[in-house]
């Protein structure tokens, strides 16, 4: 099976090596996680384990969702993530995957999948760094305004805005990958990961680690 696990982000350091380079390095409190369902190409059309992480009181949960869970011995989760293979795995239903099995598979660099911080409604400015209108004599209260949104750019397209056009809206918040992190420690008593470089979302957040999928 890809090493994979749930964890939470609880921020970051800086860690020096033998060398004596210092390099910031995020600390993710991750698993243990449990299997909830291993999914099988003859039965479901493709390979996957869904992994279940975090306890919820039963009250706080739904009925399909504790029913979910106790195929596979284990109480309501409040967080459930599905991992796609390629082929078939080992693993059964209910075991506990920890950080273990990145020290096991020798993982050297990983992928972090997380939502990034929301910011809420936002202007041209702040979400394309635009560079706002003229601030000389002449430009009432328009300073930060995208300017015209028709033009060249939706000639042919009649009176509408071309589709994707850059303009003020929700920034934020957004499902991110950051690939290709280097794994620097695996502290098994903990339950810690250290990764090389800063990840997406707020601390206290949701992340999904896996195996690099192009590097290692």
């Not at 919820?56 to 011995?73: E, L």
């Not at 004599?137 to 328009?142: A, D, L, T, Y």
């Amino acid at each position: 099976m890809t090493p994979a696990i749930l964890g939470t982000k609880i921020g970051m350091t800086r860690v020096k090596r033998e060398s004596g380079e210092v390099v910031p390095v995020t600390v993710i409190k991750a698993g243990p996680c449990t299997v909830l369902q291993v999914r099988n190409a003859d039965v479901d059309g493709y390979d996957a384990i869904q992994l279940g992480f975090e306890d919820v009181k039963p009250h706080r949960s739904t009925k399909p969702i504790i029913g979910h869970c106790g195929k596979a011995g284990t109480g309501p989760k409040r967080y459930v993530r599905e991992l796609r293979l390629n082929e078939p795995s080992d693993v059964t239903m209910g075991e506990v995957v920890t950080v273990d099995s990145f020290s096991k598979a020798e993982a050297k660099y990983v992928d972090v999948v997380a939502r990034t911080k929301g910011r809420g409604f936002a202007g041209v400015m702040k979400r394309h760094g635009f560079g706002g209108q003229q601030a000389s004599h002449g430009v009432e209260r328009k300073h930060r305004s995208s300017g015209s949104i028709g033009g060249h750019a939706n000639l042919g397209l009649g009176r509408g805005v071309k589709k994707g056009k850059r303009m003020a809206g929700h920034m934020g918040d957004d499902r991110m990958t950051t690939a290709n992190l280097e794994l620097m420690k695996v502290d098994s008593d903990n339950g810690l990961l250290v990764v090389r470089g800063s990840i997406p979302g707020a601390n206290g957040s949701l992340v999904f680690v896996k195996k690099a999928k192009k590097k290692g």
